[in-house]
């Protein structure tokens, strides 16, 4: 393979959760990168020093773009003149619960023809095992007229960032390598090192693959187990937060996972279902995947009813005309992504049992047709806890709130027996 010198080492496809990071990432390890993204606000945005991603503040993107570290731009033949090109778009479902890829085939379509010998191309979608190789290789050849493994390397690498995540980042989480064949794995090994501060690779883009999901699976089915006994704490009056933090003081063979209102984000509710409907081409059922989905997401059905019990015993009210506070609508504590959030669905319930429904949350001012109101506990005949935000008081909340229903044990150590009841 021959190369010519590049405008740019990198090029990112898709300027979200993981791309931003992502050019940032490989900006500070002094690179240069080009993001490419179709929604022009966005990219104007980007190359105004703007970001939309907390993870990536915009006193740490100025300077990048500033410097001209990081462009932005919303055309795909900027490819050809970048060494690397990484694409990370959307991976969702669709309706039916079954994997939509189309974000993945259309970015291959663009960059396709604008291929050339010598590129590495790496996908960090998370997806299931097979599309490296037999869904964007095809596209990449036909569109390029070039050949995988003989003209360009291919491989896949999943994210594993966590939004809102201090501990670990994009630079210090171990990637995943795998490629469509050794000399791609090592292609993209070597591009990861020159930013990252460890690469494991493996022996093929399936196994890359497979290895993104194993990791979300592990933590939908662990979640479920503690959901389910949640219900069954629930039931039994045993205190469910006190039993996981009394098992969490083992200190091996044990992992602790809580308890909460539902799955919440772009990745733990969505990907499982990957895996299982590629199995069904192979006559497997994933059991323990349909499973963990199930319990997950009768959660905000649970939770509706603990609200509607609490309302019944703390005020003698029914859901039907209560005003109830939602406290915390983002997937998780901390950050401002409400993709997916389980509160989506508690609020809908709500409001479908006659309840009048408003919401709190400080990193999110808009939410299903709603905007945050002021926190007042006290304006409210139940106050739901389904996010617990670090910054909330909620030693205040308790004292000024009438039913408190917490889904996320925020409460502890300041319950009130009669007001304040916990998943
Ligand atoms: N968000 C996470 O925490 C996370 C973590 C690990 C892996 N992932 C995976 O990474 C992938 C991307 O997720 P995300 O959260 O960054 O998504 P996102 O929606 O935040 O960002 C994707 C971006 O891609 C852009 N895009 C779509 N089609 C494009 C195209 N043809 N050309 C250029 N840009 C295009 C969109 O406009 C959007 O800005 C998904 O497969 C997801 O499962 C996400």
């Given at each position: 393979?021959?190369?010519?010198?590049?405008?740019w080492?990198?090029?990112?496809?898709?300027?979200?959760?993981?791309?931003m990071p992502?050019?940032?990432?490989?900006?500070?390890?002094?690179?240069?990168?080009?993001v490419?993204?179709?929604?022009?606000?966005?990219?104007?945005?980007?190359n105004?020093?703007?970001?939309?991603i907390?993870?990536?503040?915009?006193e740490?993107?100025?300077?990048?773009?500033?410097?001209?570290?990081?462009?932005a731009?919303?055309?795909?033949?900027?490819?050809?003149?970048?060494?690397?090109?990484v694409?990370?778009?959307?991976?969702?479902?669709?309706?039916?619960?079954?994997?939509?890829?189309?974000?993945?085939e259309?970015a291959?379509?663009?960059?396709?023809?604008?291929?050339?010998?010598?590129?590495?191309?790496?996908?960090?979608?998370?997806?299931?095992?097979?599309?490296?190789r037999?869904v964007?290789?095809?596209?990449?050849?036909?569109?390029?007229?070039?050949?995988?493994?003989?003209?360009?390397?291919?491989?896949?690498?999943?994210?594993?960032?966590?939004?809102?995540?201090?501990?670990?980042?994009?630079?210090?989480?171990?990637?995943?390598?795998?490629?469509?064949?050794?000399?791609?794995?090592?292609?993209?090994?070597?591009?990861?090192?020159?930013?990252?501060?460890?690469?494991?690779t493996?022996?093929?883009?399936?196994?890359?693959?497979?290895?993104?999901?194993?990791?979300?699976?592990?933590?939908?089915?662990?979640?479920?187990?503690v959901?389910?006994?949640?219900?069954?704490?629930?039931r039994?009056?045993?205190d469910?937060?006190?039993?996981?933090?009394?098992?969490a003081?083992?200190?091996?063979?044990?992992?602790?996972?809580?308890?909460?209102?539902?799955?919440?984000?772009?990745?733990?509710?969505?990907?499982?279902?990957?895996?299982?409907?590629?199995?069904?081409?192979?006559?497997?059922?994933?059991?323990?995947?349909e499973?963990?989905?199930?319990?997950?997401?009768?959660?905000?059905?649970?939770?509706?009813?603990?609200?509607?019990?609490?309302?019944?015993?703390?005020?003698?009210?029914?859901?039907?005309g209560?005003?109830?506070?939602?406290?915390g609508?983002?997937?998780?504590?901390?950050i401002?992504?409400?993709?997916?959030?389980?509160?989506e669905?508690?609020?809908?319930?709500?409001?479908?049992?006659g309840?009048?429904?408003?919401?709190?949350?400080?990193?999110?001012?808009?939410?299903?047709?709603?905007?945050?109101?002021?926190?007042?506990?006290?304006v409210?005949?139940?106050?739901?806890?389904?996010t617990?935000?670090?910054?909330?008081?909620?030693?205040?909340?308790?004292?000024?709130?009438k039913?408190i229903?917490?889904?996320?044990?925020a409460?502890?150590?300041?319950?009130v027996?009669?007001?304040?009841?916990?998943?």
């Open positions: 393979m021959t190369s010519t010198q590049s405008s080492d990198i090029a990112v496809i898709g300027a979200g959760y993981v791309g992502h050019a940032q990432t490989f900006a500070e390890a002094g690179k240069r990168v080009v490419v993204d179709v929604v022009d606000e966005m990219v104007n945005a980007i105004r020093g703007e970001s939309h907390q993870d990536v503040p915009s740490r993107l100025k300077p990048l773009v500033d410097s001209g570290a990081i462009t731009t919303t055309d795909a033949a900027v490819v050809r003149d970048a060494d690397a090109i694409i990370a778009v959307p991976t969702p479902l669709s309706p039916q619960r079954e994997p939509d890829v189309s974000y993945i259309r291959a379509r663009e960059i396709a023809p604008h291929l050339r010998k010598g590129h590495l191309v790496v996908l960090e979608s998370t997806t299931y095992p097979g599309t490296t037999d964007l290789r095809p596209i990449l050849e036909e569109g390029s007229g070039l050949r995988a493994g003989t003209d360009f390397h291919l491989a896949f690498a999943p994210e594993r960032v966590d939004p809102g995540r201090q501990d670990f980042t994009t630079k210090t989480t171990p990637k995943i390598v795998g490629g469509i064949d050794e000399a791609s794995t090592q292609a993209a090994a070597s591009f990861y090192r020159g930013a990252l501060d460890a690469v494991h493996v022996s093929t883009s399936e196994v890359a693959e497979l290895t993104k999901l194993l990791e979300n699976i592990f933590r939908s089915v662990n979640i479920a187990l959901n389910e006994l949640a219900q069954l704490c629930d039994m009056d045993i469910v937060w006190e039993v996981v933090d009394a098992a003081t083992k200190p091996f063979g044990f992992m602790s996972f809580k308890p909460g209102p539902g799955l919440g984000g772009h990745c733990i509710p969505l990907d499982p279902y990957y895996l299982s409907w590629k199995a069904r081409e192979f006559d497997f059922n994933t059991r323990f995947v499973l963990a989905g199930e319990i997950n997401n009768n959660m905000p059905y649970f939770c509706r009813s603990v609200i509607s019990q609490a309302l019944n015993h703390g005020a003698q009210k029914p859901l039907r209560s005003k109830i506070l939602i406290l609508v983002a997937y998780k504590a901390d401002n992504d409400v993709r997916e959030s389980p509160a669905k508690i609020v809908e319930l709500l409001r479908t049992a309840a009048d429904v408003a919401y709190h949350d400080p990193n999110v001012p808009e939410f299903d047709g709603l905007h945050s109101v002021p926190l007042e506990p006290e409210y005949d139940c106050v739901a806890i389904v617990a935000h670090s910054s909330i008081d909620y030693e205040d909340v308790v004292r000024r709130g039913v229903v917490d889904f996320r044990n409460t502890r150590g300041h319950e027996d009669g007001k304040v009841w916990k998943l």
